[in-house]
């Protein structure tokens, strides 16, 4: 390859890179203890999440969840009111990326969704796929809406206004558009118990993707069916808790009633 092809191919990832559409390899995240509200160490030693993993997070409201996504979003090096450190892939992330509005480490899905667009599913899709530059972006769309429909307790049409879909719809919706279009790695779901949607599926469909999802959540059943839980109190991390074999099992027995 000549000089002037490599600085072209240079330039050309560097664009992708500031579109956002560059796919972002994230096979791990690993957590270091930092401090709570109280100035005493976190209750863990390291905390090592990968990707298609499901991690929940616990707590009273206040108790320092928002904090934690903070500081796993600003991929924290000690720099934070908590002082954890948090790598990617084992590494720091080099200041390139942690300060580039354009690379989002982490896709939220928040409780209350509402849209504003005068688009309807279609466009909306549509919309979303071409600004990631995807080529067959048809099939994209019928994958995305299919996906959002078997998530929805009541299903919509793809031309349905997107200012018309109730909220489990539009939370259905924004799940399957982040499991299959986002290049986020990880991704952040706040109260999924209230949403409305199919919960099991709407994990699963997420893990397939490959994505680490952290969910905070009140409910314990909702908890149990993540791979461990954090503990959070006085705005530190109290506890991890591994989930057992026997938990699952229980976990298995409650979703056939």
Not at 179 to 203: F, H, Y
Request: charged share 30%; aromatic share 4%; with cysteine.
């Amino acid at each position: 390859m000549s000089k002037d092809n490599k600085e072209l191919d240079e330039m050309d990832f560097d664009l992708l890179d500031i579109l956002g559409v560059t796919e972002q390899k994230v096979e791990s995240i690993t957590l270091l203890p930092g401090y709570n509200k109280k100035g005493e160490k976190e209750g863990y030693e390291e905390l090592v999440i990968k990707a298609g993993e499901i991690v929940a997070i616990v707590g009273p409201t206040g108790s320092g969840k928002s904090r934690l996504l903070a500081d796993i979003e600003w991929g924290a090096q000690g720099d934070t009111p908590t002082k954890r450190t948090v790598l990617v892939n084992g590494e720091l992330m080099d200041a390139k990326k942690r300060f580039s509005p354009s690379y989002k480490l982490v896709a939220q899905l928040s409780q209350n969704m509402n849209f504003v667009m005068d688009l309807t599913v279609r466009e909306f899709i549509d919309l979303h796929a071409e600004s990631r530059l995807v080529l067959d972006r048809e099939s994209v769309i019928e994958k995305i809406f299919n996906q959002a429909n078997e998530l929805a307790g009541e299903k919509f049409t793809i031309d349905t206004p997107i200012t018309s879909l109730s909220g489990g719809q539009s939370r259905a919706l924004m799940i399957s558009d982040t499991a299959i279009l986002s290049t986020s790695p990880i991704v952040l779901i706040d109260e999924i118990e209230n949403a409305g949607i199919d919960r099991k599926k709407a994990l699963d469909l997420l893990v397939g993707n490959n994505k680490i999802v952290l969910m905070a959540t009140h409910d314990p059943i909702l908890a149990l069916m993540g791979d461990r839980r954090i503990v959070i109190k006085n705005g530190g991390i109290s506890k991890v808790i591994e989930s057992t074999a026997e938990e699952k099992k229980y976990l298995r027995c409650f979703n056939r009633t």
